[in-house]
């Protein structure tokens, strides 16, 4: 999503005729529905969260992974027209700001959701600390206003000081007030490289104590997750420090988890959102078909994040031809 835009939830987003989407967004849907249809066709059930809520709280993390959890426990509820088993085996996965409640979720199941059966939490992308994807982002990048917006619309707080520190000049306010319920494609085109402190007569608000202390319940690092975990992430990630995500992993295996971590040295954030989610499918699939993973954590770095064979075959050559026809690329030749 990366928006506060409440027409950019999942549940609208997918299925909405006169959504305005970029190239990029119309991409990432196509992969997205592609995907979820692989999932489906292995016999899995599929659940997509409106993660944000009502109001659309964008990065709002513990709300959102609180949503998460009790969505799984919606979806075990549905025995009656889907057949699952209350006790079914789950699979998490999450990218970018889909990551982020996905992985708090994680941190969260043992005191929140202890009941789930999750056998595996499949995520890339991440952004650990917000604080540091603030001051990462600043001065230029759109994101950072969608996370403003996002999380305002849960604190009040924020809410209020943010209306407090907005530009004095009447058309800034006017445009800060239209700009928001875009989807986060519009949103990017619209503003472009914009400094973001030109719709604020002082952002001083965002190092507020206040402020810093919802930042802070809102990152990363809570808590240890129980179940075995698939990380995957860009050596030059431009949303969030990829030392960020090192300092993450390192503490969770610390404390005794178990992950896979997997870094690509030739994928952008922005990439890595449509060739990852392949192998993340893949992952998956090895829980569900029971292979364990080694206890502890291992490392590996790779150029690219697509594709193998093992990723070709989960998507099966109906959802193949629709990629390449797509995105007018042979996917087997860019297997590494």
């Keep these: 999503m990366n928006s506060a835009?409440?027409?950019?939830?999942?549940?609208?987003?997918?299925?909405?005729?006169?959504?305005?989407?970029?190239?990029?967004?119309?991409?990432?849907?196509?992969?997205?529905?592609?995907?979820?249809?692989?999932?489906?066709n292995q016999g899995w059930i599929v659940t997509?969260?409106?993660?944000?809520?009502?109001?659309?709280?964008?990065?709002?993390?513990?709300?959102?992974?609180?949503?998460?959890?009790?969505?799984?426990?919606?979806?075990?509820?549905?025995?009656?027209?889907?057949?699952?088993?209350?006790?079914?085996?789950v699979v998490m996965m999450g990218y970018s700001g889909?990551?982020?409640?996905?992985?708090?979720?994680?941190?969260?199941?043992?005191?929140?959701?202890?009941?789930?059966n999750i056998i595996g939490t499949a995520v890339g992308g991440l952004l650990p600390s917000l604080l540091s994807v603030v001051n990462y982002l600043m001065p230029s990048d759109w994101t950072l206003l969608a996370a403003i917006w996002g999380l305002a619309s849960e604190y009040r707080t924020l809410?209020?000081?943010?209306?407090e520190s907005?530009?004095?000049?009447?058309?800034?306010r006017k445009q800060f007030e239209e700009f928001q319920p875009?989807?986060?494609?519009?949103?990017?085109?619209?503003?472009?490289?914009?400094?973001?402190?030109?719709?604020?007569?002082?952002?001083?608000?965002?190092n507020s104590p206040d402020i810093q202390e919802v930042f802070s319940n809102n990152s990363l690092g809570q808590d240890v997750p129980?179940?075995?975990?698939?990380?995957?992430?860009?050596?030059?990630?431009?949303?969030?420090?990829?030392?960020?995500?090192?300092?993450?992993v390192s503490w969770y295996c610390k404390e005794g988890a178990t992950i896979h971590y997997r870094m690509q040295t030739q994928e952008s954030h922005r990439s890595l959102a449509l060739t990852g989610i392949l192998q993340a499918l893949t992952w998956s699939k090895e829980r569900f078909d029971g292979l364990?993973?080694?206890?502890g954590c291992q490392n590996s770095t790779h150029y690219f994040a697509s594709t193998d064979f093992d990723s070709l075959a989960f998507l099966g050559e109906t959802a193949i031809g629709a990629i390449e026809r797509q995105l007018g690329i042979d996917l087997p030749s860019l297997i590494i």
């Design 5 to 40: 835009g409440f027409d950019c939830s999942p549940s609208y987003y997918f299925v909405a005729d006169g959504v305005e989407m970029g190239q990029y967004d119309s991409i990432v849907t196509l992969v997205h529905r592609i995907a979820i249809t692989a999932a489906l």
């Design 48 to 89: 997509l969260h409106d993660h944000e809520g009502l109001d659309a709280s964008f990065m709002a993390n513990r709300r959102g992974a609180h949503a998460v959890l009790d969505g799984i426990r919606a979806t075990l509820l549905s025995s009656e027209f889907t057949g699952i088993g209350r006790d079914a085996a």
């Design 98 to 116: 889909g990551s982020s409640p996905t992985t708090l979720a994680a941190e969260l199941k043992s005191t929140y959701a202890p009941e789930l």
């Design 159 to 163: 809410s209020r000081l943010m209306q």
């Design 166 to 172: 907005l530009s004095h000049n009447v058309t800034r």
């Design 182 to 206: 875009m989807c986060s494609e519009q949103l990017r085109s619209t503003l472009g490289y914009e400094r973001i402190s030109s719709y604020f007569h002082s952002m001083e608000f965002l």
């Design 226 to 248: 129980s179940m075995p975990m698939f990380i995957y992430e860009s050596t030059h990630d431009e949303a969030s420090p990829t030392v960020d995500t090192d300092n993450l």
């Design 292 to 295: 364990a993973m080694p206890e």
